[in-house]
């Protein structure tokens, strides 16, 4: 596991990453992703997607404020733009209202597969690897 603290001024937003497999980048960041955290998290992401994994699975469950900016940088995610890579998939947006209602108001949630944990997103990978 490879864990990360950057702090802004006012707001600070953690990030921890783990490779639950091989193939499978797990990215948690936590906080408010707003316009001055979420180029912080873009950069971790970056650094943390260099390899190229195949998936890239990103856990709001600790998100507690998510504005513009996050939004964009999912988006920026799911296209696989600005070096960010992986196919990306999304966890702990149900159990997460102010996360939830954003990413439906944007529509970016018919458009970006989304699961219950964990254990659901690799079982959907799985599947996904298999058919191609």
């Known amino acids: 596991m490879n864990d990360s603290a950057r ?12 490779w639950p497999r091989a193939h499978v980048c797990l990215v948690q960041p936590a906080g408010e992703l707003d316009t ?6 873009g950069e971790y992401l970056r650094e943390q997607t260099a390899t ?42 149900a159990e997460n209202p ?3 209602r954003v990413l439906d108001l944007t529509g970016v949630l018919a458009v970006v597969p989304h699961h219950r944990d964990l254990e659901d997103a690799l079982r959907r990978i799985d599947d996904l690897d298999q058919d191609n």
């Open 7 to 18: 702090f802004d001024k006012l707001r600070p937003l953690t990030m921890s990453t783990s």
């Open 36 to 41: 001055t955290t979420a180029p912080v998290l």
């Open 52 to 93: 190229a994994p195949a998936h890239l699975v990103l856990d709001l469950t600790a998100v507690r404020f998510l504005a513009a900016a996050g939004v964009t940088l999912i988006i920026d995610a799911l296209r696989d733009d600005h070096g960010i890579h992986g196919r990306l998939h999304l966890l702990g947006v």
């Open 98 to 100: 102010p996360v939830e």
